[in-house]
């Protein structure tokens, strides 16, 4: 009664009912914090696993594998910390699931280098590992050491699944990878016949759109891309970027050898009319215009 009354959103009544309960045994526990974890009431389940340690309610594997799940979740690293020396210090045996959801955890917090030795340490390997540690390269920014732990997992016959992909294609989406990304979506698609679902097409060919700026030269708003070739006069600009480069690198040898002078922004008087250029004087006399390019 009180998971149903959580699933359909009635959360206070769930906890109304579970706290009037004269007697709470484990079991009890662990169904009320696994479901505020599935329905996104991580901090909730956290909070209550807090009440139920002060209760002197001892934790079993099923808990601490939710708790794990509500750290990660919640971004509760110090909490998830002290799970892991619990588990230690508690000498509880480390199967699959629990060194999973460790890894899952610290994967999630931020702790990329510790997951990655708790993955080494895991005996057999099942999906859910292998799986939990590919997208959790991903989201710390190791796209290609996700893809390469991807083809390792392929190696020892693991067959990937739909969630496997959602960490391939992840890790694709994170590293600009698109060509490897469309050629993992047909893998998932043809060879293993998995049905994309929303997710997985939103890692598809999402290409980061580059960095843009924009100024407004008489009357005409000009549009700059990084690494833009299409601007009709971008021979000029680029051939004036390569004077600024190497202006710069002057100014930075004049800085460097400490000669007396200084690099300074010459305004137009109030008497120039607005489209004047200004003005980079440098200390040795060497004058540079910025160019309007209209």
């Not at 794990?68 to 020396?85: K, M, P, R, V």
């Not at 100024?215 to 601007?231: T, Y």
Request: with cysteine; proline share 3%; glycine share 6%.
């Amino acid at each position: 009664m009180i998971v149903g009354y959580v699933q359909c959103g009635a959360k206070e009544v769930a906890l109304e009912i579970f706290y009037k309960m004269p007697y709470k045994d484990i079991v009890s526990w662990n169904a009320l914090l696994a479901v505020l974890n599935q329905c996104s009431y991580s901090n909730e389940a956290l909070s209550i696993f807090l009440d139920m340690l002060r209760g002197n309610v001892r934790p079993n594997k099923l808990t601490l594998v939710s708790m794990l799940s509500a750290c990660a979740n919640a971004g509760a690293f110090d909490l998830g910390q002290w799970i892991h020396a619990y588990i230690d210090r508690n000498n509880i045996e480390t199967d699959n699931h629990l060194l999973s959801s460790l890894i899952d955890m610290y994967a999630k917090c931020g702790s990329i280098e510790i997951a990655v030795e708790l993955f080494a340490k895991v005996q057999n390997k099942d999906l859910l590992t292998w799986s939990i540690m590919i997208r959790g390269l991903a989201m710390n920014g190791h796209g290609n050491l996700s893809l390469d732990l991807f083809e390792e997992m392929l190696q020892f016959g693991v067959e990937p699944d739909s969630i496997t992909f959602i960490g391939v294609l992840s890790a694709c989406s994170h590293a600009g990878l698109v060509d490897k990304g469309r050629h993992y979506f047909d893998m998932m698609t043809r060879l293993y016949k998995i049905s994309p679902e929303a997710e997985h097409y939103s890692c598809m060919g999402v290409a980061k759109l580059p960095g843009c700026s924009c100024i407004e030269l008489n009357g005409v708003v000009q549009e700059f891309f990084a690494g833009d070739i299409s601007h009709p006069q971008c021979e000029q600009i680029y051939r004036i970027l390569e004077e600024l480069e190497r202006h710069m690198g002057s100014i930075d040898r004049i800085q460097n050898h400490n000669v007396a002078g200084e690099v300074r922004l010459c305004l137009p008087k109030a008497s120039s009319p607005l489209s004047s250029p200004p003005v980079y004087e440098a200390a040795e006399g060497s004058i540079m215009n910025w160019m309007n390019v209209q």
